[in-house]
C-alpha cells in the first residue's frame, strides 16, 4: 500500500511561484514513474506533469509547459513540482500519484496511488 503526501500549497499573488512536495512511502519508490494532477472546483481531475521512475523522462500539460518543473529524489522518495509564473487559472487541488508502471504517463488511468491533495490559490 502506497502513501503519498503532499505539501507546500498555499496562497500566492499571480506571477508568484510555489514548490510542492510529496512524500512516498511503501512500494520501492524508484520502481514508479510518478506524476502530479490538479482539480479546480467543478472541473476534472487533469494532468499536470509526470516523471518516469529514473527521472529520465517528463511530460508536461501544455497550460504549464516552461512555467512548471517536476523533479524527483529516489533516494529520498520525494517528487517535487516547482510551479512559477503561476496564473489565477492554475488555482486547484494538486495532487501527487504513484503510477503502475515506469513510463511517465500522461493518462489519469494509468496511476493507482493518490495522496490527499494541496489547495493552490492563486489571486489576480
Known amino acids: 500500500q502506497v502513501q503519498l503526501v503532499e505539501s507546500g500549497g498555499g496562497l500566492v499573488q499571480a506571477g508568484g511561484s510555489l514548490r510542492l512536495s510529496c512524500a512516498a512511502s511503501?512500494?520501492?519508490?524508484?520502481?514508479?514513474?510518478m506524476g502530479w494532477f490538479r482539480q479546480a472546483p467543478g472541473k476534472g481531475r487533469e494532468f499536470v506533469a509526470s516523471i518516469s521512475n529514473f527521472g529520465i523522462r517528463t511530460e508536461y500539460a501544455d497550460a504549464v509547459k516552461g512555467r512548471f518543473t517536476i523533479s524527483r529524489d529516489n533516494a529520498k522518495s520525494m517528487v517535487y513540482l516547482q510551479m512559477n509564473n503561476l496564473l489565477p487559472e492554475d488555482t486547484a487541488v494538486y495532487y501527487c500519484?504513484?503510477?503502475?508502471?515506469?513510463?511517465?504517463?500522461?493518462?489519469?488511468?494509468?496511476?493507482?496511488?493518490w495522496g490527499q491533495g494541496t489547495q493552490v490559490t492563486v489571486s489576480s
Open positions: 500519484a504513484r503510477s503502475k508502471g515506469n513510463v511517465a504517463s500522461t493518462n489519469l488511468r494509468d496511476y493507482d496511488g
Open positions: 511503501g512500494r520501492p519508490f524508484s520502481l514508479y514513474a
